[in-house]
């Protein structure tokens, strides 16, 4: 039989068409393997995650941020990806992790006592790689602890005529004292000048002047956050038989509530918890060792992804 030709009128040759067979041979093979795949994705698609369960393990990625005074500060996360972002605004206290540090998160679901009841409770029938907001509301977040709360006057008096001991002055100002020494106060920083010693007393007169712009509690000029700026409003040297009152007044405004940190007197840090500025008062709220004062008697919202699941 006579080889068949092609449209140019010359014959195939054999060559081609072993070629063209092995090429139809493989077109076979992948579509049906390209099925096999398909059938085996879509399996997988359709086969169930583990759903978390009362008493599971559970391991999650949080954002913990404040609902409001303001909204949206995050104050706590184990993603490295948000804990070193520096365009995400942080809370007052956020204290940002090693890299090593920012892992899954693990706990008891439903029964974990050691994190947030709402937070522990919420995972409870959520499944592997799901993501949840959890809002927990004022009454079953962080309480307001009263001994670590203090009132203190917008318009603050501070006696001109002050003394500490002989040890404290060395211990402060690193320095003996001695009559006529002149330095800057170390918690209001205006001038001082040591005007006696005796008995082991070291006799300070505060010489601030009227209209004078300071910052005890903190550095506001670095951070708008850290204190905030007081004015020096009165200096009478007669009042209180002669010991003298310096009147300081605490730039301090209402919107300025959970806005603004500091260290009081003795180094302690603290949160601004309200400004009330018709009654001339504001409160700090401290913070302990196990007490971070900014949380206490705020609404919060955790957003989690649940990683990982060990049945009980």
Not at 125 to 149: D, H, R
Not at 214 to 233: A, C, H, L, T
Not at 238 to 252: M, P, Q, R, W
Request: hydrophobic share 40%; no cysteine; aromatic share 12%.
């Amino acid at each position: 039989m006579s080889e068949k030709t092609n449209a140019g009128g010359n014959a195939s040759p054999p060559a081609n068409r072993k070629v063209v067979a092995i090429l139809v041979a493989a077109l076979f093979i992948a579509i049906a393997a390209v099925g096999y795949v398909s059938a085996t994705s879509s399996s997988i698609e359709n086969e169930a995650l583990p759903i978390v369960e009362t008493g599971d393990t559970v391991y999650v990625d949080y954002v913990g941020k404040f609902v409001d005074n303001p909204g949206g500060w995050v104050f706590d996360t184990n993603k490295l990806s948000v804990g070193t972002d520096k365009n995400i605004v942080k809370s007052l206290y956020f204290t940002e992790r090693t890299r090593e540090e920012y892992t899954p998160l693990n706990f008891t679901a439903g029964l974990s006592e050691n994190y947030l009841q709402p937070f522990v409770k919420g995972v409870v029938g959520m499944s592997v790689y799901q993501t949840k907001k959890i809002l927990i509301p004022i009454e079953e977040a962080y309480s307001l602890v009263e001994e670590n709360i203090e009132v203190m006057p917008l318009v603050m008096d501070v006696p001109i005529i002050q003394n500490i001991t002989y040890s404290e002055f060395q211990s402060e100002y690193s320095a003996n004292p001695y009559i006529g020494l002149q330095f800057a106060q170390r918690f209001w920083g205006w001038e001082t000048m040591v005007i006696d010693v005796q008995n082991e007393k070291v006799f300070l007169q505060n010489q601030p002047t009227i209209g004078e712009i300071i910052s005890s509690f903190g550095n506001p000029e670095n951070d708008p956050r850290d204190g905030w700026y007081q004015k020096v409003i009165d200096v009478n040297a007669s009042a209180e038989n002669g010991v003298g009152v310096i009147k300081v007044e605490n730039l301090l405004k209402s919107q300025d509530a959970y806005q603004k940190k500091g260290l009081n007197y003795n180094g302690s840090s603290f949160t601004v918890l309200e400004v009330n500025e018709t009654q001339g008062w504001f409160t700090i709220i401290y913070n302990t060792s196990t007490y971070i004062g900014e949380l206490a008697g705020r609404a919060l919202l955790f957003e989690l992804t649940v990683t990982a699941v060990r049945k009980y």
